[in-house]
């Protein structure tokens, strides 16, 4: 097939793996960012299997998780300390926990050693069907791919006509690293429940830990940025010693989800958040935006004919990221509107719900989905 050439709107965690499983097919490949520089913020980011074996087709597994935590359990605790979840990892079904910017800063340099163009301080205004992306500065960039990965609130997307609802969730999340001491849990993810709040602790890498303070958006105190750490504490009085280690930074989020009416218009297609941003219960958003965007490679390597490549890429899989969007939605009503009175009923519930086979299968399968371009 003769050589190819890809502009993406987007230079995230979507656009970069994106440009490196197509520049690895022999594409060339061009990414426009509209920051003026390429950086992560503070915070931590878990890799399941179908992330880590995605990774590892990309190149970049090592380099992404080499200070990275490896984690034998998860578990969800209700208030009183009684375990809600109890989810084990092993060889096969793999946790791997790296600070963001270690990867990023990965796919970067992957991406840039494979001769991707990396154009900062590049805006994308639109993309259309035939294969064209305009910029800000007016330009019109001819490909025979264009790919809008330009996040949640994408641009691209909408001016392709392709967003079908774009959901502002009710619960939110202020993450942050924090120093790691000794005695601190270092291959075990707590999640612990208190009403509609939740902290999450996660071991990051030798030094640091990484914590997520997850509440409801009406909860102001909750979602108070630096964090409350008083009004934290009166949720969550054992935690002290982690939340005291709070520093004043921390980003918050509020969770949104959307929903594409398709995934591509002619030649123009969307991936990772722009496609199917979705509240981040499951941990699987990069996840899956990472196999997705092998994948489209690999099904673009079996026909020249880019639009049938597209259609056949969303029908193949769309069906386990629509999935994962309805379980990871589900987990989020179930822990931010459960109402406060009736919360030692919902450990009684999730305590017997998730030790059903089918419950954990569904919670679970993409986790242990093989991606397509995997080996
Ligand atoms: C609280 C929270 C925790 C999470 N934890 C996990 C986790 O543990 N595991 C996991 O798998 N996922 C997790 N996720 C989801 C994951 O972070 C996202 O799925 C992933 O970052 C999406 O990457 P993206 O590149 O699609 O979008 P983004 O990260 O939003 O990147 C979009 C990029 O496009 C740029 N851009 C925007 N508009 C334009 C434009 N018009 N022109 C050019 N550039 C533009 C932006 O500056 C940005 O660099 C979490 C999400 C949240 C909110």
Redesign the pocket.
């Known amino acids: 097939m003769p050589s190819r050439h890809a502009e993406i709107?987007?230079?995230?965690?979507?656009?970069?793996?994106v440009s490196i499983s197509l520049a690895q097919r022999g594409w060339s490949v061009r990414v426009?960012?509209?920051?003026d520089t390429?950086r992560m913020f503070g915070?931590?980011?878990?890799?399941?299997e179908n992330?880590l074996r995605s990774l590892n087709a990309l190149g970049v597994e090592s380099e992404a998780t080499k200070r990275a935590c490896r984690i034998d359990t998860l578990v969800a605790r209700d208030q009183r300390g009684n375990a809600l979840m109890h989810r084990e990892f092993g060889d096969k079904d793999r946790m791997v926990?790296p600070p963001?910017a270690d990867l990023y800063d990965a796919l970067i340099a992957r991406a840039q050693e494979l001769g991707v163009e990396i154009r900062t301080s590049?805006?994308?205004?639109a993309a259309r069907a035939v294969g064209e992306l305009e910029l800000?500065d007016g330009k019109v960039l001819n490909a025979d791919l264009v790919v809008a990965?330009?996040?949640?609130?994408?641009?691209?997307r909408e001016s392709l006509l392709l967003t079908k609802r774009v959901d502002y969730l009710e619960e939110g999340?202020t993450?942050l690293l924090i120093p790691r001491i000794e005695g601190d849990p270092a291959s075990e993810i707590t999640e612990y429940w208190s009403g509609s709040r939740r902290l999450l602790y996660d071991p990051c890498t030798e030094d640091m830990n990484y914590v997520?303070f997850?509440c409801n958006v009406d909860d102001v105190a909750g979602r108070a940025v630096p964090v409350d750490k008083g009004s934290w504490l009166k949720s969550f009085p054992d935690l002290g010693g982690i939340i005291e280690r709070v520093g004043d930074d921390g980003r918050w989020?509020r969770?949104i989800r959307v929903t594409c009416r398709h995934w591509s218009r002619g030649r123009a297609v969307v991936?990772?958040?722009?496609?199917h941003?979705?509240?981040?219960n499951l941990?699987?958003?990069?996840?899956?935006?990472f196999q997705n965007a092998l994948s489209l490679a690999d099904y673009l390597d079996r026909t020249s004919d880019v639009e049938s490549a597209l259609t056949m890429w969303e029908k193949g899989e769309r069906p386990l990221t629509d999935h994962v969007q309805r379980w990871t939605d589900l987990y989020g009503r179930v822990a931010s509107a459960w109402p406060d009175r009736f919360a030692h009923r919902r450990s009684q519930f999730l305590e017997r719900a998730t030790k059903v086979p089918w419950v954990d299968n569904q919670l679970n399968r993409a986790a242990r989905h093989i991606p397509v371009g995997a080996p």
């Open positions: 709107a987007g230079a995230g965690l979507g656009g970069l793996a426009h960012e509209r920051s390429l915070a931590g980011i878990w890799l399941w992330g926990l963001r590049s805006t994308a205004v800000e990965a330009d996040g949640v609130f994408s641009r691209v999340y993450r997520c997850c989020d969770a991936v990772g958040d722009a496609a941003g979705q509240p981040p941990g699987q958003g990069a996840n899956l935006t």
